[in-house]
C-alpha cells in the first residue's frame, strides 16, 4: 500500500500462499476482501498484514477507508 493504492493491483499466487500486505503509505489502509473471507481492520503507516489463501479463485478486495483503492489477488490451484 502506497500513494493510496494497492501496489500491485493484481498478483497471481498458488493455492496455500501466504499474502503480505505493507502498509508503505502515510495513512491506515484495511485490506477487505469483497465477499468477506477476510477483513484486517487498520493497519497502520509501517505496519502489516498476512493471510493464507487457500482456495483457488479470483479474490477482489478494496480499502474501507478509501474505496477507490481496489485490487485482485488471483489464486492458482
Not at 500486505?21 to 491506515?28: K, T
Not at 477483513?39 to 493471510?51: A, R
Amino acid at each position: 500500500m502506497q500513494n493510496i493504492s494497492f501496489q500491485p493491483a493484481e498478483i497471481t499466487v498458488q493455492a496455500g500462499t501466504t499474502v503480505k500486505w505493507s502498509n508503505q503509505d502515510s495513512v491506515s489502509h484495511t485490506t477487505t476482501s469483497d465477499d468477506d473471507v477476510w477483513d484486517s481492520d487498520g493497519i497502520s503507516p509501517g505496519e502489516e498484514f498476512t493471510f493464507t489463501l487457500d482456495e483457488p479463485g479470483t479474490y477482489t478486495y478494496f480499502c474501507r477507508f478509501h474505496p477507490q483503492m481496489q485490487a485482485t489477488v488471483i489464486v492458482e490451484g
